[in-house]
């Protein structure tokens, strides 16, 4: 593509962009599709030789654009929604123009140091003041399963031993026993804590549980409590889960993949009680701080527990080694690692902390007024407490009806709410999360739940 070229369909492009934020509404959040239907449109082999760019746009359009599930629409509300505003979207567009790969400071300083700077200021913006050691990995399933690792090889073990168990509640995401599965734990050794009637980890049954495991000769490594979990959005007592985690010389990982965002806002900072004293914890501010996929930040104590765990160096990536120079690649699993931290400083700028805990807490208030219709409404129920932005509710009756329910909602093309089951009963998510979410758009889908007739 020449320069000429460049301008003329980057231009188009933008365009494009900017019509399609404008006008995500007019899209189906789901779209009307087969599995398979964009295989069967697309040719089995690649272009032997070049195609024009006007037509790999209009195919974009034609074939790509319709056949999406829009998680940019304001309808979007099921798992945890996300948004990509028009800063981080620039910033995507700046950092695949300068295309480094961060894996050591001399590969790229700035994408190396700005990483360093961006996660500064969100530890700040969190309330950890300990100058915490962050990274960017590309979800919270593989920051999870980096603490893992970083907590078996700080036990003393550099590789498996059948002995170890890592505890969790019923109530974690499954990314939590798929890391340790990952880490080489068999599933019989991750612990799933039960909950009480708020959906949150029981300290005294993980301290059974603890003193259990040792009686028999066993090695707890980890507990992995949640702020937010993800069919619930329950907060698990950190506070009083670390003194027992202490007593047992545990490494606490905290999974605020979703909640997290919330404690840039005093207003809900108490549900971070104890967060400084876990010794590593996720956030994605991928799913709630407006910055688009994929970004995930593994925060961790002490860098040293990372580098021990993952720093391999070959003589290619030696370096000089001045300790202000820091390696990532050292630090994880990826060697590669692309300019993630551009888009949130976009974002952290454009923003300031002020609006975006603005922003937060407004989702959080219309995800409250939801529920608050939910309870109003004899046909309905509320499922569980609304500590954020997620909504658990049903309709009274059967898990067909629900399900029926959700089928009709998600087929209307003006939202997208996700499944659960909840105490064995089929349940409805609503998580509000994207940035152009209205109250006017929980409105609407309020309306068409409660008028739904079967
Ligand atoms: N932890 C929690 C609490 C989540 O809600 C999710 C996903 O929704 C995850 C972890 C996994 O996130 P990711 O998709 O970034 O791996």
Known sequence: ???????????????????????????????????????????????????????????????????????????????????SPGEAILAELLAAALNPNGMLWQASPAATELEEVTLSWLRQWIGLNDPWFGQILDTASTSTFHAIVAARVRKGFASMDSRLVLYASVHAHSSVEKAALAAGLPRENVRLIEVDDQFRMQPGLLAEALSRDTAAGLIPFCVVPTIGTTSVASVDPLAEILPVARQHHLWVHVDCAYGGSTAIDSRYRHFFAGLGEADSLVINPHKWLFVPMDLSVLYCRDAAWMRNAFSLV?????????????????????????FRSLKLWFVMRAFGRRKLADLIHQQIEDAKWFAAQVEAHP??????????????????????????????????????????????????????????????DLERVWAFLRDFTF
């Not at 509404?25 to 964009?38: H, I, N, T």
Request: include cysteine; proline fraction near 9%; charged fraction near 25%.
């Open 1 to 83: 593509m020449t320069p000429e070229e460049f301008r003329t369909y980057g231009y188009a492009t933008i365009d494009w962009i900017a019509h399609f934020l404008e006008h995500t509404r007019d899209f189906p959040v789901l779209p009307d599709v087969k599995p398979g239907d964009l295989t069967d449109a697309l040719p089995v082999s690649a272009p032997e030789e070049p195609e024009p760019f006007d037509r790999i746009l209009e195919d974009f359009e034609q074939q790509i654009v319709p056949r999406n599930t829009h998680w940019n629409h304001p309808g979007f509300l099921g798992y945890f929604a996300n948004s």
């Open 314 to 338: 070959p003589e290619y990536l030696r370096t000089a080694g001045d300790p202000r120079a820091r390696n990532f690649h050292e630090y994880g699993l990826p060697l590669g690692r692309r």
């Open 379 to 440: 046909e309905f129920e509320l499922c569980a407490p609304v500590h954020f932005s997620l909504v658990v509710f049903r309709r009274r009756g059967t898990d067909e009806q629900n399900q029926a329910l959700l089928d009709a909602i998600n087929a209307s093309g003006q939202a997208l709410l996700s499944p659960n089951m909840l105490q064995g009963r089929k349940v409805l998510r609503l998580a509000v999360g994207n940035i152009q979410t209205r109250r006017e």
